[in-house]
């Protein structure tokens, strides 16, 4: 019976979200107004899916928080909040509503009693026979009009009162659902046993971890041709379903994980064993990270629609460096922006720009034709590391063209970071096999083949262009099988991952032709599938 008392209600109000890549720890305050003693608190706008185990509840000294409890569907057994502001302000239209139609009906009454009284009076006179004809005549006509005056007032105010109440009835059904569905189906909601030792005004502080919320970086390459350095505009994509619309929030995107296992690894012995061989992939191997790009056109995954949130419409690009703060700790990097932001619970992409960019890069072109017959141009970028990157999609814009989308992976060991802007299609590049200069043959229980191709690498440009080129040949994981490189074409041979590969230099026009073979020989009575 210690909290028999009729519940307090009040509405958090959200103002702070740090979300993560794959969660968000959201920050909501309120204030309400507590009697000396225990009482329950709902806390309404909540959101619908969150942690139960990360709920904080912060409050004054003189408030002990003695039970925190969430619920999607709570239905109080007490009166409904009067004092919340959607329920205050349909029965204040209810009341007022009402009060004119009970003036309509007054004003009725009256022209109907005064209807009356001139029948009356009528008859009273009809009977008079002190009156002559023109005084009766005047008589006649003033009760016929005032009689048409009347009657057509009643029904103007007939029509009136109709009007008022279909408002009546569609306020009714408004509260309705205000004070019934309200509770049933809105957001989530905290119900607070407390215990306060002074009544007064209490504010608190809440904060919890929601899993219906994630972040992605995204960036904007844009370049004006290789001899200009790279404009990125560093972003993100917000996505959050979490049951309530952040209005204004202050906003911090985290790398960080509040999710993951923070137990430490612990070694077990480690037992080689047998298996089948694993041949090379026919696939290039150690393609130069970031050059698969997509075509231009190419939409949002996951079918997310993108949705542009601006601040603030004054602001320029060049302005949004100076509300954003890079915090590098020392297991993720957070970016603490000033702006407001709105992000609707609607599962869309929502664009936030955090920081722009300018890198310094040097250009070259790379080309890979046996997996790709197209040249990249890559921008090489050096010292990398102090610009706090994070893996992710980039749109690349060059000579003020979309080109595509590329990856950026700022994750590996390399001093450079080679970022792909695109294909060039004025570089051209064919491989082909020389029929004449290829065969099997058959050497007692062996098989003998042989490869080779010839590449052309011809530049239609305008100008020189430095082009690095590779290919590859294949490596052998069983000593029956052996393999010879028998012409390499004055390539860089790597033995080890069987790459090759040439740093040329094309004058304007200029072609030039390498021939690659090598020879695979292995037992006749097998097959290599990926030869």
């Known amino acids: 019976m210690a909290f028999a008392q009729k519940p307090v209600f009040t509405t958090a109000k ?21 009697p000396a003693g225990t009482s329950e608190i709902v806390i309404k706008n909540i959101a619908n899916n969150l942690n139960q185990n990360t709920i904080q509840i912060g409050a004054p000294a003189s408030v ?48 109907k009693q005064t209807i ?5 009076n009528q008859s009273v006179s009809g009977t008079n026979t002190g009156l002559n004809v023109a005084e009766l005549m005047k008589l006649v006509e003033y009760s016929k009009a005032k009689r ?36 049933k189906y809105s957001t989530g909601k905290l119900i607070l046993q407390v215990m306060n030792d002074v009544a007064g005004n209490i504010p608190l502080d809440i904060t919890y971890i929601t899993n219906s919320a994630i972040w992605k970086p995204f960036y904007d390459l844009r370049a004006e041709s290789i001899k200009n350095p790279i404009n990125m505009m560093y972003k993100a994509q917000v996505f959050q379903n979490s049951g309530i619309d952040w209005k204004k929030v202050k906003l911090t995107l985290s790398s960080g994980n509040p999710n993951q296992n923070n137990q430490a690894p612990q070694l077990q012995p480690w037992f080689l064993t047998y298996s089948q061989p694993e041949y090379i992939s026919n696939a290039l191997q150690g393609k130069v990270s970031g050059i698969q790009v997509a075509p231009a056109g190419s939409g949002p995954k996951d079918g997310l629609r993108e949705v542009i949130v601006t601040a603030d419409k004054k602001l320029n690009k060049s302005d949004i460096s100076r509300y954003t703060s890079i915090n590098e700790n020392q297991l993720n990097v957070s970016f603490d922006i000033d702006i407001p932001y709105d992000i609707l619970s609607n599962w869309k992409a929502h664009s936030v720009a955090l920081k722009e960019i300018k890198l310094p890069a040097t250009y070259t072109y790379y080309a890979a034709p046996k997996g790709d017959k197209e040249a990249f141009l890559l921008a090489e970028i050096n010292d990398y590391s102090k610009y706090n990157l994070l893996p992710g999609e980039a749109n690349i814009i060059f000579e003020g063209m979309y080109v595509g989308k590329t990856t950026i992976n700022p994750n590996q060991t390399a001093d450079t970071l080679k970022l792909s802007m695109g294909r060039d299609k004025k570089i051209a590049i064919t491989r082909e096999k020389i029929a004449d200069k290829s065969g099997t043959k058959f050497l007692s229980s062996y098989k003998e083949q042989t490869f080779t191709y010839d590449i052309t690498v011809k530049n239609n440009k305008k100008e020189e262009v430095e ?16 393999i010879e490189l028998t012409e390499n074409g004055k390539a860089k041979v790597n033995q080890e991952t069987g790459k090759l590969s040439w740093n040329l230099k094309l004058s304007p026009n200029e072609s030039k032709k390498i021939r690659i073979s090598y020879k695979v020989k292995y037992p006749k009575d097998k097959n290599i599938s990926n030869l």
């Open 14 to 34: 959200i103002k702070a979200a740090t979300v993560y890549f794959n969660a968000a720890e959201l920050t909501q305050n309120t204030s309400v107004n507590l």
């Open 64 to 111: 002990t928080v003695l039970s925190v409890q969430f619920t999607n569907n709570y239905i109080s057994e007490f009166e409904i909040d009067e004092s919340n502001p959607a329920i205050k302000k349909v029965n204040d239209s209810i009341n007022w509503v009402k009060r004119e139609i009970k003036r309509i009906q007054i004003l009725n009454n009256s022209n």
């Open 116 to 120: 009356a009284l001139l029948d009356n």
């Open 148 to 183: 048409t005056e009347l009657e057509n007032t009643i029904v103007d105010l007939m029509e009136k009162e109709e009007f008022w109440n279909k408002k009546l009835t569609a306020l009714n059904n408004k509260l309705a659902f205000n004070t019934k569905n309200e509770e």
């Open 467 to 482: 082009i690095t080129l590779e290919d590859q040949y294949p490596l052998s994981t069983d000593k029956e099988i052996t």
